[in-house]
């Protein structure tokens, strides 16, 4: 097996999610969620998910489809579309898994994994993260994480829009 079929079969399906959490619980795993559209990668990201993956053994990313990143951010968006996203997600060593989700909020995702730790950025307060409810009543733990100062998707499209006016 090549490189590329190693990191496309990190990207997998939502039933394949649920087998891969239940295992990791039984074999005594921790399990990290995180998710987000990711639709340009930068270094913000990178030091993002690599602190998440450090809460555990296991990062498993929810990744927002085209269609609801769409819904989310606006009709320009995404720039990159979900497969491109999910393999450069994948492609990253401390990343285990990519999840496609298409709904609004990865509430049923997370429902149906269970992670022992669910994670976002600190523009998020612990108790608002959607999930805060599943992963905390089943004992688990919502972190945050401080974000890079000076890079966002947005800010790298403004700059560029800029650049190019």
């Not at 079929?5 to 990207?11: E, T, Y």
Request: glycine share 8%; aromatic share 8%.
């Amino acid at each position: 097996m090549n490189h590329l079929q190693k990191i496309q079969q990190k990207i997998i399906t939502w039933d394949q999610a649920s087998t891969i959490a239940a295992k990791a619980k039984t074999s005594g795993k921790k399990m990290v969620f995180s998710n987000g559209c990711f639709d340009i990668m930068h270094h913000g990201h990178v030091e993002y998910l690599s602190k998440a993956a450090d809460f555990g053994n296991l990062l498993m990313i929810g990744l927002n489809s085209d269609n609801s990143v769409r819904r989310l951010k606006g009709e320009n968006r995404p720039l990159n579309r979900q497969n491109s996203r999910a393999l450069l997600l994948a492609a990253m060593q401390f990343v285990d898994y990519v999840v496609l989700f298409d709904e609004d909020t990865p509430y049923e995702l997370i429902k149906a994994v269970q992670p022992d730790v669910l994670v976002k950025g600190k523009d998020y307060k612990a108790a608002d993260i959607v999930g805060y409810d599943i992963v905390t009543g089943q004992g688990g733990e919502v972190k945050t994480i401080d974000l890079v100062k000076g890079f966002s998707t947005s800010g790298i499209i403004e700059k560029i829009k800029k650049e190019s006016s």
